[in-house]
């Protein structure tokens, strides 16, 4: 009962005093017209004068705290206000003395009415602040009861009676409505802070699915919404724009050099820099890594591109100075014009990564648009794209093995098993171009599955017929490393068929450590070692892979490309980097392997300078699963 107001009871009251004070002056105005009389002229005059000052009062208090905010209430505001509200009912109180009590000029009944509406207006009016709302009627109907017994009324008791039944009456409307007002507020005020933390969760949600942390910038997932918002305003309003894909020169170095923390740095850098050399209505996004993309909204000619990606390659070509240490950011760049060179969002997309491709192999830091040389790749790429779509509907996609042995004593170790495509043609379509068609339109994943089954398949045939192949080296494409989820799936269907690191070798090439999405190589294949599969470096020496790529994964063996043992037997500077190579490997304990061994001269050689295994013509070409098992057969035949 004794509960202190708060903000919400407070603003209750004031919201409604300038209406209680005006009905009250009201009142008082029609009350003094009606009791007009020579003899109560003072009474009157100094009651009615005294009810209007009190309203004007309260009219001018409740219209300066209109305009405030309240947030507290304090213990002095609360006396105030029941200070008030007893100095309200005063002359109310008055009244009925005056007229009941002893007997002044008025209507008794008619002051009675008038109390009565007062004290139901008071309970209405203070009912959020109870004890202010006790303050108001108390007097009034103190008053009133004083008034039947002082002026001697024949029903003076059975008045007091009703009087208090009343009372108690307003006291229990005011208490309850109260408590229901408050507990209204507390139900808003936590469906409010509900509503608050639903809008919080669905701004955190967004921000999490469409906005880069590193960065601040739109994602690839938000960046490809806004591509497609784009293309339909040039559907609706024939408005061309310009799309730029921008990839960081060495930036992977940064990260191996620097650390991670020190690239992230510089891809903030980066994304500061291209936000501040574009126009705000042009989009900028990080799409992942180290690649960004760029919607300019106004631009749809290749004039303007080439001024703005200037101006851009200009920019992030300064000098970062970032964690005490000066980096030089560079980029390349592939650009695309929507409607001349294509309005689908995809195909937008699509034609820019082939332009950003081609600045990428003609030396890095430049910006090249999509061309007729470019479209030519592309509907060369689309042609390989449906065949290789057909040949695995069509299951004409197979593997065949090459058998890798020890130089030593020819005993065989094991097999590559390397993926062959003959179209319906009867033309064999090189790996190395369907290959990457199949990493750039997403098929990779089904290819390597449908190889990795193959694979299974064949060894399990291998052991059924009582043959012992060694280790088969799987390749690992680039792609499959970066997508580490769908390669533990392969793993697994390995391992459910009792396939593991005593059948199976992995085999990854230099292309794993380079471009997009290689920040969780390492992490992978360690994984991958610590499950006991072997990791073989593919054409090792012809690529990026450094030494210290050797340091940071457990590489098992490295092969020696086959352009180095061409000429090894002739060509001094051949001979010298395989020597290098394998004093490299045997230092390290790696084992090393020699492909494309295809005379008795080189084979004598690479023994001499320590190599260990040769793979190549010498002693088999690649052949069908078919072929290897009666290559196996004939061999422990040979044997026994």
């Known amino acids: 009962m004794t509960k202190h107001p708060s903000p919400e009871d407070v603003a209750s009251v004031v919201n409604g005093t300038s209406v209680a004070t005006f009905v009250t002056a009201l009142n008082a105005v029609i009350y003094a017209i009606s009791a007009f009389d020579g003899e109560a002229m003072s009474f009157l005059l100094v009651w009615l004068g005294a009810v209007l000052a009190l309203s004007l009062t309260l009219a001018r208090m409740s219209a300066r705290a209109v305009r405030r905010t309240v947030t507290r209430v304090s213990s002095r505001a609360a006396r105030r206000l029941i200070v008030t509200s007893v100095l309200f009912a ?102 409010s802070r509900a509503v608050d933390d639903l809008r919080k969760a669905h701004e955190d949600n967004y921000l999490l699915a469409n906005i880069d942390d590193t960065t601040g910038l739109p994602n690839r997932k938000a960046f490809k919404a806004l591509l497609r918002e784009a293309a339909e305003r040039y559907r609706q309003e024939d408005a061309g724009f310009s799309v730029l894909l921008l990839d960081l020169d060495r930036f992977k170095n940064v990260n191996d050099l620097f650390g991670h923390g020190v690239g992230d740095e510089l891809l903030a850098e980066i994304a500061r820099r291209l936000r501040d050399n574009l126009s705000a209505r042009d989009v900028v996004a990080r799409l992942g890594g180290d690649e960004f993309a760029v919607i300019l909204v106004e631009v749809s000619d290749e004039p ?164 012992d192949p060694g280790k088969i080296a799987l390749n690992i494409h680039p792609d499959d490393i970066k997508s580490p989820e769908l390669l533990m799936e392969t793993i697994e269907m390995f391992e459910a068929r009792g396939i593991d690191g005593r059948h199976l070798m992995l085999e990854i090439t230099e292309g794993c450590f380079i471009g997009r999405g290689t920040d969780m190589v390492s992490m992978v294949l360690d994984t991958l070692a610590e499950r006991g599969y072997e990791l073989s470096l593919d054409d090792f020496g012809t690529g990026h ?94 044997a026994g």
Not at 345 to 353: G, N, T
Not at 381 to 396: F, P, V
């Open 90 to 191: 005063l002359p109310w109180a008055a009244l009925p003395i005056h007229v009941v009590g002893l007997r002044g000029a008025g209507e008794p009944m008619v002051v009675l009415m008038i109390c009565i509406g007062m004290l139901a207006g008071g309970a209405f009016m203070l009912h959020r602040t109870f004890v202010a709302a006790l303050a108001f009627m108390a007097p009034i109907l103190a008053a009133a009861i004083v008034s039947y017994h002082l002026g001697g009324w024949t029903h003076a008791w059975p008045l007091t009676a009703y009087s208090c039944a009343y009372g108690l009456f307003l006291a229990y409307f005011a208490y309850s409505t109260g408590e229901t007002a408050r507990r209204h507020d507390t139900s808003v005020a936590a469906l």
């Open 304 to 467: 303007t591109i080439r001024v703005v990606a200037e101006r851009l390659m200009q920019a992030l070509q300064q000098p970062a100075r970032l964690a005490g240490r000066q980096l030089h950011p560079g980029a390349s760049i592939g650009a695309v014009i929507c409607p001349d060179d294509a309005t689908d969002p995809v195909e937008l997309l699509q034609k820019a990564d082939l332009g950003l491709n081609r600045a990428k192999e003609d030396g890095r830091g430049q910006c090249v648009k999509f061309n007729a040389q470019l479209r030519e790749r592309l509907i060369a790429n689309d042609t390989i794209e449906a065949g290789l779509r057909q040949a695995l509907r069509d299951e004409l996609i197979h593997v065949q093995y090459q058998p890798k042995l020890a130089l030593s004593d020819g005993r065989l170790l094991g097999a590559e098993a390397l993926v062959r495509w003959r179209a319906a043609d009867g033309f064999m379509v090189p790996p190395d171009c369907f290959l990457t068609i199949a990493a750039e339109r997403g098929l990779l994943p089904h290819l390597s599955r449908r190889i990795a089954e193959a694979v299974a398949d064949d060894i399990l045939s291998l052991r059924r017929a009582g043959l």
């Open 545 to 638: 892979a450094s030494l210290s790529h050797l340091k940071k994964i457990p590489v098992a063996e490295i092969k020696i490309d086959r352009s180095f043992i061409a000429g090894i037997a002739v060509r001094r500077d051949d001979r010298a980097i395989v020597a290098a190579i394998a004093e490299i490997a045997g230092g390290m304990g790696i084992r090393s392997v020699a492909e494309g061994v295809e005379e008795a001269a080189q084979r004598d050689i690479l023994l001499g300078m320590g190599i260990e295994v040769g793979q190549g013509y010498l002693w088999a070409r690649p052949m069908s699963a078919q072929s290897f098992a009666d290559y196996l057969g004939q061999r422990g035949r040979a």
